[in-house]
């Protein structure tokens, strides 16, 4: 194997693993951008969930204080909906137009809130159905390529809950998403050998990361966190636009 390939796919899992560990998502948005570059695109999604997965039980199992399943229950059972319908995207069809969408609102958002001169405004709901609606979405986006994350971080920002409370819940759904999106990525085929050649390659890279991710939460402010995920939804919204319009 090409030694560029190598260091890129080892580069791309560290820095995955870390964001994974110290924010709780977000290893798809940022190492896709690194392993297209590198990879066929048809072995990127399906190395991206493998990887992610390998990133968020090294995450749940170090910050088990702050997980709550009951809580990320909503979440999960609507994710479980949407996952078919990402995977069959990815396989039958053209799944660029979504990117373009969830890249031009991750953009749109994040700029809103740094720019806010003062605090923005936190949604107040009561009920479980937008959860629901939320979960669903992220579904679609996990089958699709491994994104699951983004759209309830957004969510549970915009209610306004501190990190330890938003981690309780997005944090288990985006594990049982990514464990559901490889079950359906198997079923359609898309773990080659190859694919688990690059993931043997991958994985104990992003668990590294993810330690070292997991380290520097415990020591960030709250206020710090949020501005280092809004960092990071803004970076991600950049590489799938130019994803998608690529």
């Known amino acids: 194997m090409d030694p560029m390939i190598l260091i890129t796919v080892g580069l791309g899992a560290f820095v995955g693993g870390f964001i994974s560990g110290f924010a709780g998502f977000g290893f798809a948005l940022v190492v896709s951008g690194i392993w297209f570059a590198a990879l066929p695109a048809y072995l990127v999604p399906p190395l991206v969930v493998l990887s992610a997965t390998a990133g968020q039980l090294t995450g749940l199992a170090k910050l088990a204080k702050h997980v709550s399943w009951p809580k990320?229950?909503?979440?999960?059972?609507?994710?479980?909906?949407?996952?078919?319908?990402?995977?069959?995207?990815?396989?039958?069809?053209?799944?660029?137009?979504?990117?373009?969408?969830?890249?031009?609102?991750?953009?749109?958002?994040?700029?809103?809130?740094?720019?806010?001169?003062?605090?923005?405004?936190?949604?107040?709901?009561t009920g479980l159905i937008w959860d629901r609606i939320i979960g669903f979405l992220g579904g679609i986006l996990g089958g699709l390529a491994g994104l699951s994350g983004a759209l309830p971080v957004v969510w549970y920002q915009m209610r306004g809950l501190p990190p330890a409370e938003q981690r309780a819940r997005y944090q288990p759904y985006n594990l049982a998403i990514l464990a559901l999106s490889t079950v359906s990525m198997l079923a359609f085929g898309q773990l080659t050998a190859e694919v688990m050649r690059l993931s043997l390659i991958s994985m104990p890279i992003v668990i590294l990361g993810a330690l070292v991710g997991v380290w520097m939460f415990d020591r960030v402010t709250a206020k710090g966190f949020k501005r280092a995920v809004l960092t990071l939804l803004l970076i991600s919204g950049v590489m799938i636009l130019v994803q998608s319009l690529a």
């Open 72 to 125: 990320a229950w909503p979440l999960i059972w609507a994710g479980i909906l949407g996952i078919p319908i990402g995977t069959a995207l990815v396989a039958y069809g053209a799944p660029e137009r979504v990117k373009l969408i969830v890249g031009v609102f991750l953009i749109a958002y994040t700029l809103w809130q740094f720019m806010a001169r003062r605090t923005v405004p936190q949604i107040r709901v």
